[in-house]
């Protein structure tokens, strides 16, 4: 069973960055297609950002590419979001989500293990 733990959301200004981290436990993180989902209120939850467990594939949703990316360190067993430019209609929960397929996916339905999320507000 795959644990994940994000952490790193918080309150930022217009223009401001943060980092955000996904902490995984059990099971063999580098064998895992890791992605970065969000949920506004009132909204579905949306793909933002994946990265393949061979590191070889990365994907961004078209509203962050250019300013998010997404990387991971099998060595911490971790998963990063640098988000830069920030912009209000980022402000979401964000969840880090695995899926253990072979070919990594942008649809939340293809990940089996989901973290509890963390909160991201932009504030203008």
């Known amino acids: 069973q795959v644990q994940l733990a994000e952490s790193g959301g918080g309150l930022v200004q217009v223009g401001g960055s943060l980092r955000l981290s996904c902490a995984a436990s059990?099971?063999?993180?580098?064998?895992?297609?890791m992605g970065w989902f969000r949920q506004a209120p009132g909204k579905e939850r949306e793909f933002v950002a994946a990265?393949?467990?061979?590191?070889?594939?990365?994907f961004y949703a078209d509203s962050v590419k250019g300013r998010f990316t997404i990387s991971r360190d099998n060595a911490k067993n971790t998963v990063y979001l640098q988000m830069n430019s920030l912009k209000p209609e980022d402000t979401a929960v964000y969840y880090c989500a695995a899926d253990v397929s072979v070919v990594v996916s942008t649809n939340s339905n293809s990940y089996e293990y989901w973290g509890q999320g963390t909160q991201v507000t932009v504030s203008s």
């Open positions: 990265t393949s467990w061979r590191r070889t594939s990365t």
């Open positions: 059990g099971g063999t993180f580098s064998r895992y297609n």
